[in-house]
């Protein structure tokens, strides 16, 4: 596990449903509009949110007592996996049985905080089964791969794909070692697939260090990137502006509320745009929120049932 202080329950260990099936269905519409939410001057948060335990209806319940705005910007559904067919030898996406609910009741689990104007991205993670973002073979596989993530976009309305290179066991099942490639190519096709919508990193693993290849630098490509390393302190190296990049990060009711206070008054005294958290549950978090958005915003945050 390429990890300091993280304690992800990968999302593997609950894949009991069948992959779900991705045809493309026309664009998801997200229902009502989103209505404005009120103005926050600050980073954008970020909750990364456990579905296997979690509701994400819970980053919603947060809000900042100056002012009413949104503590957090960016919602996480961790997550589906890259799995691999041994029969047909490709990668595809899989849905274990908690993300196939969130998916299939998008009207109560994603509509509600994208009316509130928070944007919601599906992360994608390794399965232990040696498919990976850095081993596609050719430029046609790794853009089979980045169709089937931007129909899964479209058809559950959501706002964008983030990519988690763990847990991927490259060499499993036969496959291949990273290449310098098929990371490129993947992010290339799906940026042209979904030119309006996130596309974060994670920023671990082989993928995150291949990001240049035959004169193209996908870079730019990505809206955010964030470190890995919860209770920390990390610059993501990827060529983005600091508006774009969050080197905190930090465990909601884990880090602690000084490390949390610490990380997020450097965050703004050094200038960086986002600040990511992980595993938002549904207690009440508000001291631990709190810790950051005084901070980031100047006001306490507001939990409401």
């Known amino acids: 596990m390429f990890t300091l202080v993280r304690s992800r329950v990968r999302t593997a260990a609950l894949a009991l449903s069948a992959v779900a099936a991705l045809a493309f269905s ?100 390794g399965n232990h089964q040696g498919a990976g973002f850095a081993n596609f073979p050719s430029q046609q596989a790794a853009s089979a791969f ?11 309305g959501l706002d964008g794909i983030d990519f988690d290179d763990e847990y ?41 260090s291949r990001l240049s290849y035959g004169g193209v630098d996908v870079s730019s490509r990505f809206d955010y990137a964030w470190n890995p390393y919860y209770g920390t302190w990390q610059v993501p190296r990827v060529a983005l502006p600091k508006s ?19 990380l997020a008054r450097r965050t703004v005294s050094e200038g960086y745009g986002v600040y990511l958290t992980y595993n938002l549950d549904g207690n009440d978090r508000s001291a631990d929120v709190s810790a950051f958005t005084r901070e980031l915003y100047g006001s306490d945050a507001v939990y409401t049932p």
Not at 60 to 83: E, H, M, P, R, S
Not at 175 to 198: C, E, Y
């Open 146 to 156: 980045a169709k089937q993530l931007s129909d899964a976009v479209a058809k559950y």
């Open 26 to 125: 026309g664009t998801a519409t997200t229902g009502a509009a989103a209505a404005p939410a009120p103005a926050k001057q600050g980073p954008t948060s970020v909750a990364y949110v456990e579905v296997n335990n979690n509701s994400m209806r819970n980053v919603g319940k947060y809000t900042l007592a100056n002012g009413g705005g949104n503590v957090f910007d960016v919602a996480v559904v961790f997550a589906a996996n890259i799995n691999y067919d041994t029969a047909t030898k490709a990668a595809y996406l899989h849905f274990n049985e908690n993300v196939q609910r969130v998916l299939d009741n998008a009207a109560t689990e994603i509509r509600p905080l994208q009316r509130k104007g928070i944007k919601v991205v599906l992360s994608v993670l």
């Open 244 to 262: 774009r990049l969050s080197p905190a990060a930090v465990e909601i009711g884990r880090t602690s509320r000084s490390t949390v206070a610490s």
């Open 168 to 208: 991927a066991e490259y060499g499993n099942n036969g496959t291949g070692q990273p290449n310098d490639s098929s990371f490129v190519h993947l992010v290339t096709a799906l940026r042209a697939n979904m030119p309006d919508k996130i596309i974060s990193l994670y920023n671990i693993g082989p993928a995150a």
